[in-house]
């Protein structure tokens, strides 16, 4: 009985340790409050590796007494945005949309460093929000950047390639992730029929 239960609690942790993790849904209306009268910022979770190249998905649902609400992701002092500001439409008093924002922390919108806060405000510049209130605020992906490709190394002008060097693998490594999500499931199946036969 006690090598069942050491073998399930095994194949258990090894599930666990070998998963994949996946990204939760963050929903962040709690934090703005009641109905809006100025612009807002809510702290990005510090749980999000939230960097340069990283695209940022929100979906937001509310009412508005202003024609539009734009968003963007930036530091706390408002001068580092490091994505374009978003315009979510507010037609008939009502908006709901999915916000798509690429973090670009190189200094080519304006800030160098990653985001730290989303920024909430009006229709244009200089204009804040007024009477908005929001259903749902929901972070639903952060992609992260994609890998940058390895720079291949060229011989030098008058470095010949050698004739006896072996052409070069051309063939892309296979994807294992799948096989590590199954592998741990595998195992807990042997460790619970050895439990059995013994």
Known sequence: MTKKILAIALAAVMVMALSVAAFADYEAVDELGGPLTGNKTIPLPSTLDISNGATVTLKVKGTSADSAIRFYLTGPTDNERVTDAISVPVVDGAFEAEVVMTID??????????????????????????????????????????????????????????????????????????????????????AVAVSKKH
């Open 105 to 190: 922390s190189t200094g080519a919108i304006q800030g160098s460093a990653d985001p730290t806060v989303l920024m909430i405000k009006g229709p244009q510049a200089g204009v804040d929000i007024t009477d908005t209130t929001f259903e749902s605020l929901v972070f639903v992906g952060i992609d992260a950047p994609a890998a940058e490709p390895a720079a291949e190394e060229t011989p030098a002008a008058d470095e010949a390639p050698a004739a006896d060097a072996a052409p070069a693998d051309t063939t892309p490594a296979p994807d294992t992730g799948l096989a590590l999500a199954v592998i741990p499931a595998v195992m807990a199946l042997a």
